[in-house]
């Protein structure tokens, strides 16, 4: 059975080196027989999470939107910035809108559950964001996640790319190939459709 899997970059920056990372990625499993995705949160808007909010007003509809997404795929590429190394507030709030989601369409959901989760980061310094995964990692895990042991960071992201957007380093390159069929295979057999 061919896998769904997901891919959702933590930055809203047009020349992001994170979304440049997630299009690397994108492309990659696009040669597999996987249904891949590419989400961009600037296509859901959420307002920062608020118990008042959400209990006078109930979940946004992007939350719903976003949740119902996740819920459907086997795997989940998460490709983060490093912010003082934790994970970047805009994907934090995503992340903790769409934890807050317990029902799409009438239908229980638990989006995270059991879902396969690899992690990759892209930075201009000598870590690659590595220690952000580090913070996304745990709150994957406190959601369910099945996250993979295997990451992927680039350092020195500025340099990282061609002019089409191929990662130009071979090592790099390795990497995130192989975390790419890591996920594949993990999503494959572990997927939740049954
Ligand atoms: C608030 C803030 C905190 C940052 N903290 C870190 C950090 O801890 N480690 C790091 O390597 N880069 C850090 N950076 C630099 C980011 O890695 C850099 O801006 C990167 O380009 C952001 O990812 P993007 O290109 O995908 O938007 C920080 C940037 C900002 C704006």
């Known amino acids: 059975m061919s896998a769904n899997i997901l891919v959702l970059p933590g930055s809203l920056r047009l020349a ?26 600037a296509d859901y808007p959420l307002p920062l999470y608020d118990g008042d909010h959400e209990q006078d007003n109930g979940i946004p509809e992007n939350a719903v939107l976003l949740a119902h997404r996740i819920a459907v795929q086997d795997g989940l590429l998460l490709v983060s910035p490093e912010y003082n190394h ?8 995503a992340i903790d809108w769409a934890s807050r989601v317990r029902k799409v369409q009438g239908r229980p959901v638990q989006p995270f559950k059991g879902l396969v989760v690899g992690l990759a980061s892209a930075s201009p310094g000598r870590f690659g964001g590595a220690r952000g995964l580090e913070a996304l990692r745990l709150v994957m895990r406190a959601l369910g996640a099945e996250v993979l042991t295997q990451q992927c960071s ?22 995130l190939e192989s975390l790419v069929d890591k996920l594949l295979d993990t999503s494959r057999s572990l997927s939740r459709r049954g």
Do not use: Q
């Open 16 to 41: 992001s080196h994170n979304r440049k990372l997630a299009a690397e990625a994108t492309r990659m499993l696009a040669l597999s027989d996987a249904v891949v995705t590419r989400l961009d949160l």
């Open 86 to 93: 934790s994970i970047p507030a805009v994907l934090k709030n």
């Open 154 to 175: 680039v350092a020195d992201a500025a340099n990282g790319f061609d002019e089409n957007g191929r990662l130009s380093d071979d090592i790099a390159r390795t990497s």
